[in-house]
């Protein structure tokens, strides 16, 4: 195995880079979106427990950009807003979860490194058995709410 503390940016694809990117700009939407919705209606279940794991992935890309030797973006300033019920976000939620599932089967392709690979896979499911089953619940609950 490689040793990856003294790997360059050139040493993984440019391809890879973007990947990463992506990925963490998606994980940092994710989190702002969520924190939207319980700045307007409080700390409702599920945001207020998939916002933390939302950070929890976002640590996960950093110490990739960190191992690749890759800069971590700064982060831009939040512009989400909460929809006008909960009902609505918890169905923008599991929109937001689907396109992320999509997203990482796009993004995996081509990664070559196995960390990498294993980082996006390990989202990946977060997002399509964990967090999409808790959202379409939340539909669930907050249906006559609308």
């Given amino acids: 195995m490689a040793n990856t503390s003294t790997l360059t940016p050139t040493s993984i694809s440019t391809k890879t880079q973007e990947a990463l990117l992506h990925a963490l700009a998606d994980?940092?939407?994710a989190e702002d979106a969520y924190a939207a919705v319980l700045a307007?209606?409080?700390n409702i279940r599920p945001f207020c427990n998939i916002i933390e794991a939302e950070?929890?992935?976002?640590?996960?890309?950093?110490?990739?950009?960190?191992?690749?030797g890759l800069a971590v973006p700064k982060r831009q300033q939040s512009t989400a807003t909460a929809p006008d019920s909960i009902?609505?976000?918890c169905r923008r939620a599991v929109d937001a979860e689907v396109r992320?599932?999509?997203m990482f089967d796009a993004l995996i392709e081509g990664v070559e490194e196995e960390d990498i690979r294993e980082t996006f896979l390990r989202l990946q499911e977060a997002s399509r058995d964990r967090h999409l089953p808790a959202f379409r619940r939340c539909m669930g609950r907050s249906h006559g709410a609308r």
């Fill in 87 to 89: 009902f609505e976000a």
């Fill in 55 to 68: 950070r929890r992935h976002q640590q996960e890309l950093i110490v990739l950009f960190d191992r690749y």
């Fill in 100 to 102: 992320n599932v999509a």
């Fill in 40 to 42: 307007a209606y409080g």
């Fill in 27 to 29: 994980e940092r939407e």
